[in-house]
């Protein structure tokens, strides 16, 4: 008992954040099978939603996954990431690592896309401007950030470059039969922004 509520005191967003997704996975039916496209619509987000003032969907796209198998990794994935993340920092640092994380790499990405949507264009990924995603993989991937940059030297500096360089390594790999290649250039950007945001923030609001 004295365990739990030594977990419950030292993660509490975490456990928040993982209640809040199961919520949500259950009341879409996505916990066992692929969210629906209605639900997609409803709670995800695409670049153009940004513009077209849909500020919503920055937030509920965060708590809701693709579904199936992709829910229990982003599940595992909030669990390691942001509880190492909160259980060397702070419960405060963590919420505002994920969720600004989260909001920034959105807007970051929402520019990116429409300033190069002519380039875009050439390669077959127009789409990207209203694929619609959903996850919380670039808040859980900024915290992933955060706790590389708070190892030892050199350590954050290896498995910083290390985590960097599989990022840059997944953008550039063709999407596989079946998978939506905009749905992954998006994914793919956001995880390649949010990981170094993550990384840098760690030096914001450090004691000297």
Known sequence: MRKIDQLIR??????????LLSLTAILTNSHLAPISAEWLIRL??????????????????????????VFLEAFVMIAICVGLAEWITSWKRAAATFWGG??????LLSAIISLAHRQLSALGL??????????PSAGYFACLGLVSARLKHPWHLVSGGILLAYFVIALFIPAS??????????????HLLAFPIGWLSSGLGRQR
Do not use: C, Q, W, Y
């Open 44 to 69: 995800g987000f695409a670049p153009s939603d940004l513009f077209m003032g849909n500020l919503e969907r920055l937030l509920t796209s965060a708590l809701v996954t693709s579904g199936g198998i």
């Open 177 to 190: 039969a079946g998978v939506n290649a905009p749905i992954k250039f998006s994914a793919d950007m956001a």
């Open 10 to 19: 030292r993660v509490p967003f975490t456990l928040i954040t993982l209640l």
């Open 102 to 107: 989260h909001l920034l790499v959105l807007i």
């Open 126 to 135: 127009s789409a990207s401007i209203v694929a619609r995603d959903v996850g």
